[in-house]
Every structure is written in C-alpha cells, then in structure tokens.
C-alpha cells in the first residue's frame, strides 16, 4: 500500500449557508421548443454526446455476435450520420464519455472485458494512493468482467488513432474523462469487497497510466472531472463515507475533489443538506456543476457555479424528474436541461405538471435568460454546445432516442 504525506485542504460547505438564486428569470421569458434533428436505431444503446462545430458526436454500444463494441457515430446537422465507427477491446465494450482535442481529435472513454479468465481470488491492490491510509480489497473477477479502462483516439473523419488499455484487475465503469496538450485523466468507480469505490487515474499521451487513486472503499462513486487552467482537476460525484477525514453531512453528500494531475487531493468539499441524497453527475471546465438532491418524496435538479477555489458563486435547483445536465455556452453564460415538474416564475408558453423536458439559460449572475423545451424526452442522456448548432439534448422517449438542437444567438 503506498501512501503520501502532505497537507490536504478541508473544505466542508453548506449549500444553505451562500446565496441561493431565486428561481426566475430576468423577465418574461416564453420557452421555445427545440428542433428534432434524428431519431437514433433502435439497436444502439446511446450513453452520451459531445458537439463540435456542425457535427454532433454521439457514442454508446451497439450489439455484436460475440457481446458488444463501443461505437462513436458522427451526425451532421440535417440529421444525417456521416459515419459510424465501431471499436472494441474484449467481447463486451462500453463508451461512457468523450472529450474533443484542440485538433478536433475525439477521446472515446470507456471500459471493456478482458479476454483473459481469471482465476478467482482476492487480491490487496498495492499501486494505490490513499490519503485515508484504507485498505481496499478489489475483488478479482472470476469471469470476463468489464475491468479494463480504454481510451480510444478517433480522427474527426472517423480514422481509429490510437488505444490506450488498462487493466484494472476488478470490475469497473468510467464515469468521465478528460484530455489536454499535456495528458489525459480518467475517473469513474469500481466494484470492492464492501461496494464501490471511485478511481482517479492519469494517462500519458504515450499511453502510460499512472497508479491509481482510490477514492473511499463501499459508497463512493466518482462521475465527471474537470480541467482547472493550472492542470490540476476538479473531480465529482457522491459518497456516504468519510473522505479525507470528512464526515457525512447528509444521507448520501455530493463530493468535489481537488485532485493534482499526479493524483493528489488538495481539497475535499461536501454537500450538508441534512436528510438529503446529493449527487454530482456532470461538471465543465468552468466548474459549472449539475445534479441532483432527493430528500423524502422530493427531488430537484440542482446547478452551481465555483470559483477556483471551489466557493460557489450561485446555486440554484428546481423540482425535477431527472438530474440538471450542464453546458458551457460562453465565458459568462451557461446552460442546464432536465425534466422540469414544476413552474418556474418568469417562463411561459409550457406545462410542467407531467415532466417537460427543459433547457435554461443562465447569465452571470445565475438569472435566467432564455428557455428552451424539448418535447418527448423523458430521460436526458447529453447535453452539450457549439456555437454552429446551438444547445444540443440527447434524450430517449416513447419514440426512441432522439437528438434536439435550438440555436441560442
């Protein structure tokens, strides 16, 4: 077990204890609906989105003879895939994330089995950081378990780069993933002897990944990452464990972690809503963050801005059947879509009473400054921006899954 010493930062804050943004907009707003561009096949199972100029990239798995191959897809803005590029490790492949390079290169994370049985034992691993000095027990899978994290480079014309493979040795799921000119991070969770536990690992261009950090051992679960301007990361998710000597606040906390590119935490902060489930699920790079709180029948969709040092700006949540995913539109403005339960002062022209599925935009200052409605999603799955398309909504439906955008300018 390899452990470091150093001084960690411990930052524990209350969302009741800033300001919360009032939930209206800046004026009357009407929400306009969004344009239907695709309806996805049937036989692909769609995890996730990211856009780029006038193409949308939607990645996800698709069914094969032997188990399943992650795919990414290119769709242009009239609806129309350009290509379809299949990719696969072992038998069975997931694609739960993607990250665009400033060349337009498109970074496929993912997870896949490996073709190797394994016998079934356990094993102590010992290439873990650990700042709560905990053992954790990976449990060894006795099949071909999706245990290796992949990384696959694409081409913007749909050209197989470059594969990054490794083999974590237990059960594992991606959460997010990250690249910049210096390296790649990748997050997300494992299976332990006692539950899950999240993960953060780095990556060189050339492929080498450092050890990896360990992030509690039964009820911690890592979902996205941020890049910092400094090449530090901010990581997100939720745990009911004590990390880095932080106790639990509610019943379930929403967890931000600083973490260094070398994967050493320098700040832990909590959610305290008392009685609450908190979860992180999305975060962009200007730590605009999306989730969800659940205490007793009650749930909302909640969105906050952070500064760097991961004080919140403004926050703010409404009643939801889904969490907020989020968006960067522009240096002061930011998106959110999730499936709204409730009026909000300031929008007309909608019925929330059933479940709409809503994008909002935000200002600087949290207010709200347009409004956006996607008929028939009932469970968001991306979101995401450019400047070409506009706000882009992946979501499924009674009709399948389908691909929405609306240009905000």
Excluded at 48 to 68: F, L
Excluded at 282 to 302: C, D, H, I, Y
Excluded at 310 to 316: C, F, M
Aim: aromatic share 8%.
């Amino acid at each position: 077990m390899r452990k470091f010493v150093g001084v960690i930062s411990l930052i524990s804050i209350s969302l009741l204890g800033f300001s919360t943004i009032s939930q209206a907009a800046t004026k009357v707003i009407t929400v306009k609906p969004m344009s239907a561009i695709a309806t996805l096949p049937s036989n692909q199972s769609i995890t996730g989105a990211v856009s780029q100029g006038k193409t949308i990239y939607v990645y996800g798995t698709i069914p094969t003879e032997a188990g399943a191959d992650a795919f990414l897809s290119a769709i242009d803005e009239s609806g129309v895939t350009r290509w379809l590029l299949p990719v696969h490790e072992g038998e069975f492949n997931i694609a739960s994330s993607a990250a665009i390079d400033t060349l337009g290169n498109i970074y496929l994370f993912g997870a896949s089995s490996n073709p190797t049985i394994i016998p079934p034992t356990q094993v102590t691993s010992s290439s873990v950081l650990n700042p709560d000095s905990v053992t954790v027990d990976v449990e060894v899978p006795q099949r071909n378990d999706i245990s290796e994290i992949v990384v696959w480079k694409i081409s913007p014309d749909g050209q197989l780069l470059s594969t990054l493979v490794n083999d974590m040795n237990v059960p594992v799921l991606v959460g997010s993933g990250a690249v910049s000119p210096t390296g790649i991070a990748v997050v997300g969770s494992v299976q332990t002897t006692t539950g899950k536990a999240g993960f953060f690992t780095s990556v060189s261009l050339d492929g080498v990944f450092s050890k990896v950090q360990y992030i509690g051992k039964s009820d911690t679960e890592i979902n996205a990452i941020a890049k910092k301007t400094d090449g530090s990361y901010v990581i997100v998710g939720a745990s009911s464990e004590t990390i880095s000597g932080k106790t639990l606040n509610g019943s379930r906390d929403g967890l931000i972690i600083s973490i260094t590119a070398k994967g050493k935490i320098t700040s832990v902060v909590r959610s305290s809503n008392q009685g609450a489930f908190r979860n992180w699920l999305s975060a962009s790079n200007s730590l605009f963050l999306g989730g969800e709180s659940l205490t007793g029948k009650k749930r909302e969709a909640v969105m906050t801005t952070f500064n760097a040092k991961i004080v919140p700006t403004w926050t703010t949540r409404f009643l939801a059947k889904s969490p907020a995913l989020i968006t960067d539109i522009s240096p002061t403005s930011r998106g959110a879509f999730f499936i709204s339960t409730s009026a909000i002062p300031g929008l007309t022209g909608w019925k929330a009473s059933k479940g709409v599925g809503l994008a909002l935009i935000f200002g600087a200052n949290g207010l709200i400054t347009g409004a956006y409605s996607a008929t028939g999603v009932a469970n968001p799955i991306a979101f995401t921006y450019s400047k070409e398309l506009g706000l882009v909504v992946v979501g499924s439906g009674p009709k399948g899954v389908s691909v929405f955008h609306v240009l905000t300018r």
